[in-house]
């Protein structure tokens, strides 16, 4: 077997994992499940087997072949090792890799002591009568050991691969030590399994490569981020485009997770193990297993637990195909005010004309520019992947496409069931999907965080009093909240009557049990769990001894009941603590960036963000305090009753003991937790980009641990409450064996080992320098941005601008545009410029009446020139902004004593340069000044192709050429420096505020956040 594995290895000792070799041998590495059901029947058996092992083994192949055939390959550059590992922001490791590390860690120290460690059967709940002291003899060996042996197996060699591809593109055999070390832990893992377990080839190769193909899956995403599908241009039969390709992947994961949750719910049956199968019985028991009784249908279910099932799934649909939350951040529209009697009063007061703004709205309801984001799941996966972020796809799709049909099936399975499954596995389905379906609500809490977020005030005074962030919830939303509170009913629905103790006549109709004589014995025939033979021993018991004295082995019998009030107690004064500082003491700090420069922050509290989502709606806000506070203290009341009654002998135990299990699911403090941790998660995951919301925790963490503390305290309550109220008749299969050093070293020893990595990678990981720390960086900065800024320009600016009536004269004569085209491409209502000057007697007036091509602008350079003493009493700084017009063209109107002597287009046939300079002071204490706008350079103006001006006796006046030019020039240069008007910012709220002196107050708040100073003190 090591010798197998070292040879499954090998793609990744040559490198070449990533190439079609890797995939060819992924895929027959998948055959090795077929190998073993192969061998195991023909050499080894020699005679059927059974079903079971049979289904295990085709399932998993199939999925596991669909995986490594349909799955996207790394691209990453191995020879960095952990620092390839690095996050966006600040640095430190990626969350997704930190988590699995963390995992991976914990599993592997464990594992490795589990398999040396001698694994005692658990004990039973009641040693009173020989009959359970025979029923723990013949119960399944190692039951959590069948368990928990694939999971180290698939840890040990999935984590392989990796370790011999980084020692290979690193060249250094430490890693590839490691990773022949994990071989040798997987080796143990098959020999304590087929050995000391006895159990047979076929379920070690279904058990076994399902939990190592499925979390190779799972670590790839994990660990790496450049996940790719072959190109579309490529073609052959092991190429994969991303159509299909990532719909087949995540089918195949959907089918690996149902394999390994089946055997998970059903290692303790001893279908899986080894040993000689009665042909007869196996098939008495097939065609006992495929048969459906309608009568069965009926019994079970109700018709509105069926239109209930039917609404959550369409629900679901729409949810996923249909974005949930839109985002957006509207900035300011840029106006330009033309010097012109009253019109800057008019723009103040009402809106006003005259003006030029950027495109998105009309010029008298300019509000602003909208950057909005708002995706469905299914386009979110696919983004999600295309952004290099592969860890949070495989989780969107995890949520939207691998649970949801998992939970429809079960759901579906207890409503109907079938024969085929014994009455031990329907009780652990109840209670997965009971667990599983408020963990539903998980994504809709962390869509509120956001829209919450999103929605947070400014806090940075002026910095950002005309640029408005927020969020809203859209329909996609409400149909999927509407699927999960339906999955919570539904679970609740299906789960078994506490109120109802199992009657023996039920358990002898249902279950195949055979009794006589009044109840006084049974017979267990050959097909019996030992579970359910544990069930029909307690009934025959309590019948036997009457409901009196039949408790003795529960909590009313002995001193065990004050003991779990203590426990209790102690545990919601803890919650209730956890909660309160939770929502009152700061959550994380948060920093709006770009280009690693920081220009808006957040400091909020839980509180703080849910009193934000009830700005955008109340109906959210209202559930998010049900289920955190209210519900929660109804439920603890309840549950304190529930502890004191006696819940059969009176009115109000019995209601305690209906109401208390359903209202049990909506305490979801725990979930609210989760998702505030996972809000980190999320931010923490994101490559470094020009764009990003960072996130860092604060100093004194207080709000931060109590979350952990308020998700930790409300789980264990509730694991508490099922633990005390657990029905008698249960299956017990899931309880933890007995091994040396207890739950001290098994339980506790994980928690604090997990602890330890995840403050250990937290604080030791690969850092990043400042993206800003000289005016050097501050250029670099700008250079980067320059062709997205540049776009933009291109998309978002008008193309014309000045009198656009006049300008829609002047086409509609020339039949160039249509008029309602030129409403959505032109704004303003008057000349970009004008000049007066008297010559020769003659009063000559020209004006620009209008220039397109303005959405030709494109930023050549913008270089900031640093003052050269940080001492200085006032700081001047000066920012040089090179750019050139491809396509501009300037109308020129020039008046005669009142006459129009030209008309025409004046400029510019050829590309147009210009240089203009930003002037700002800086005073030490006060912060930046009033911005001012020198125009440096323009390229000159050729009007000697103009014959009109030039032989007009008004322009004989201006006796040369040069004379005419340079009164262009000054029409012209007027509007770049804006001596004809005023820039202005309208925000979405109707503020205006001046567009130069808003510019300054941005540049003080952004250097005092950066640098806790008004002003730079070094440069």
């Excluded at 939207?400 to 085929?420: D, G, K, T």
């Excluded at 007027?974 to 709220?989: E, I, M, V, Y």
Aim: aromatic share 12%; with cysteine; hydrophobic share 45%.
């Amino acid at each position: 077997l090591y010798i197998g594995l070292v040879l499954g290895s090998t793609p990744f000792l040559l490198g070449v994992s990533t190439d079609y070799e890797g995939t060819a041998g992924a895929i027959v590495q998948s055959t090795l499940v077929v190998a073993c059901w192969l061998a195991e029947r023909f050499l080894v058996r020699g005679a059927s087997l059974p079903r079971l092992q049979s289904w295990a083994c085709a399932t998993c192949w199939f999925g596991s072949t669909i995986i490594s055939w349909a799955g996207p390959r790394p691209y990453d550059d191995m020879s960095l090792g952990l620092e390839g590992q690095i996050a966006g922001c600040d640095g430190g490791f990626r969350s997704p890799f930190l988590l699995y590390a963390t995992v991976w860690l914990t599993a592997v120290i464990f594992g490795t002591l589990f398999l040396f460690c001698p694994e005692s059967p658990p004990e039973p709940e009641s040693k009173t009568t020989s009959s359970l002291n025979v029923a723990e003899k013949d119960a399944v060996p190692h039951a959590f050991r069948r368990k928990a042996l694939p999971v180290i197996y698939g840890f040990a060699t999935s984590m392989s691969g990796i370790l011999f591809a980084t020692g290979d593109a690193r060249d250094e055999l430490y890693f590839v030590v490691l990773g022949a070390l994990l071989l040798v832990l997987a080796v143990l893992c098959a020999w304590d399994f087929l050995w000391r377990l006895e159990l047979n080839l076929c379920s070690f190769g279904s058990a076994f490569q399902g939990f190592a193909i499925f979390l190779r899956a799972v670590q790839s995403h994990a660990v790496f981020r450049d996940l790719r599908w072959d190109p579309d241009k490529v073609s052959g039969l092991l190429v994969v485009h991303k159509f299909p390709g990532l719909q087949l992947f995540i089918f195949g994961m959907f089918i690996m997770f149902v394999s390994i949750q089946f055997y998970l719910f059903t290692s303790h049956w001893k279908g899986w193990q080894d040993g000689p199968v009665d042909e007869a019985l196996q098939s008495s028991r097939e065609d006992e297993y495929f048969g459906i009784s309608s009568r069965r249908v009926t019994r079970y279910s109700s018709r509105w637990q069926w239109a209930l099932l039917v609404i959550c799934i369409v629900c679901q649909q729409i949810g996923i195909h249909a974005p949930l939350i839109h985002t957006e951040c509207t900035l300011p529209s840029i106006t330009l005010v033309h010097d012109q009697s009253a019109t800057i009063q008019e723009f103040h007061s009402a809106g006003g004309t005259g003006y030029y703004q950027i495109k998105g709205s009309h010029p008298a309801t300019a509000k602003g520019y909208h950057f909005s984001q708002g995706e469905s799941y299914i386009y979110v996966i696919n983004w999600l992947y295309h952004r290099r972020l592969p860890c949070s796809a495989l989780v969107a799709s995890y949520n939207a496409m691998v649970l949801p049909p998992l939970q429809f099936m079960l759901i579906f399975i207890i409503l109907l069931r079938p024969r085929a499954i014994p009455n031990d596995l329907i009780h652990t389905l109840q209670v997965y999907v009971m667990n599983l379906a408020p963990m539903r609500f998980t994504q809709p809490c962390i869509m509120m965080l956001i829209v919450g977020i999103a929605n947070m005030q400014v806090e940075n005074g002026n910095q950002f009093s005309t640029l408005t962030f927020g969020g809203h919830f859209t329909h996609g939303y409400w149909y999927f909240l509407t699927y999960c509170f339906s999955t919570i009913i539904l679970a609740w629905s299906v789960q078994p009557d506490e109120t109802e103790e199992p009657a023996l006549d039920k358990v002898s109709a249902d279950d195949g049990f055979e009794v006589a004589n009044g109840g006084k014995h049974y017979n267990a025939n050959r097909e019996m769990s030992v579970e359910r033979a544990l069930i029909a021993e307690k009934a025959l018991m309590r019948q036997k001894r009457g409901d009196s004295d039949s408790e003795d082995s529960d909590l009313e019998g002995s001193g065990a009941k004050p003991l779990h009030l203590l426990g209790g107690l102690v545990g919601v004064v803890f919650t209730i603590v956890a909660v309160y500082l939770a929502l009152t003491q700061q959550y994380l700090y948060f920093e709006f960036r770009v280009a690693g420069v920081a220009v808006h922050k957040w400091t909020p509290t839980s509180l703080d963000l849910w009193f934000s989502i009830g700005s955008v709606s109340k109906v959210l806000m209202v559930f998010s305090a049900a289920t955190l506070i209210f519900l929660p203290l109804a439920w603890i009341v309840l549950f304190g009753l529930r502890m004191m009654l006696d819940n059969h002998d009176s009115y109000l135990g019995d209601m305690v003991l209906r109401f208390e299990p359903a209202l049990r699911p909506w305490v979801m403090c725990h979930i609210w937790a989760a998702s505030l941790v996972l809000i980190y998660y999320i931010v923490t995951s994101r490559n470094k980009a020009e764009v990003e919301v960072c996130a860092k925790i604060p100093e004194r963490p207080i709000g931060l641990v109590a979350i952990m503390c308020m998700g930790a305290g409300t789980y264990g309550l509730l694991a508490f409450a099922k633990f005390v109220t657990k029905p008698a008749s249960a299956p017990t299969q899931n309880k933890m064996p007995s091994l040396p050093g207890g739950p001290l070293v098994w339980v506790l020893g994980p928690m604090v080992t997990m602890a330890a990595c995840v403050l250990t990678l937290s604080t030791h990981g690969p850092t990043r320098p400042p993206a800003v720390n000289s005016v050097q960086d501050i250029n670099h900065a700008f250079s980067s941005m320059l062709p997205k800024v540049n776009n933009k320009f291109y998309n978002d600016i008008m193309p014309s601008y000045g009198d656009c009536k006049a300008l829609s004269d002047y086409q509609q004569q020339q039949g160039i545009l249509h008029l309602a085209a030129m409403s959505q491409s032109c704004a303003g209502s008057g000349p970009i410029a004008a000049h007066e000057q008297t010559m020769g007697g003659h009063k000559i007036a020209a004006s620009a009446l209008w220039a397109t091509g303005l959405n030709t602008l494109e930023l050549v350079d913008v270089v900031v020139d640093s003052p050269g003493d940080a001492t200085a009493g006032t700081q001047m700084w000066y920012m040089d902004i090179r750019g050139v017009f491809r396509d501009l063209h300037i109308y020129m109107q020039v008046l005669v004593d009142g006459k129009a002597w030209y008309k025409d287009y004046i400029c510019c046939d050829k590309t147009f340069h210009f240089t203009l300079q930003a002037a700002v002071p800086c005073q030490p204490g006060l912060g930046f000044g009033t911005m001012q706008l020198n125009l440096l350079h323009m390229d000159k103006i050729d009007t000697s192709q103009q014959k009109q001006i030039m032989d007009g006796p008004a322009w004989a006046a201006l006796i040369t050429d040069s004379g005419r030019q340079e009164m262009i020039m000054q029409v012209v240069n007027d509007f770049w420096n804006l001596k004809t008007g005023k820039l202005f910012l309208r925000a979405f709220n109707n503020k205006t505020e001046d567009a130069l002196h808003t510019v300054s107050n941005i540049l003080s708040d952004v250097v005092k956040l950066n640098t806790g100073h008004h002003c730079a003190t070094h440069f």
